[in-house]
């Protein structure tokens, strides 16, 4: 089940919950101020996995070439 981050705009609280993805939207009560204008935030699932794509494209191949190209240096 995915972590879902959430901030309370009223008291700008940030708080994760584990729930179904059919619930991510789900309306919410802050746990601080008893808020309801909740933002939900990327999840923290989506943000791994983003990262690691992120710098799986923007990794230097070698320092002999530019832009992640290596067909003119040999590597
Ligand atoms: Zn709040």
Redesign the pocket.
């Given at each position: 089940m995915p972590i879902y981050e959430y901030i309370?705009?009223?008291?700008?609280?940030e708080f994760e919950v584990i729930r179904p993805m059919n619930r991510a939207d789900a309306p919410m009560a802050?746990?601080?101020?008893?808020?309801e204008?909740?933002k939900r935030q990327i999840s923290v699932f989506y943000a791994e996995s983003g990262g690691k794509a992120v710098s799986g494209m923007s990794e230097p191949s070698c320092g002999a070439c530019a832009g992640g190209n290596c067909a003119g240096c040999g590597h």
């Open positions: 309370c705009q009223d008291c700008k609280r802050c746990a601080s101020c008893g808020g204008d909740i």
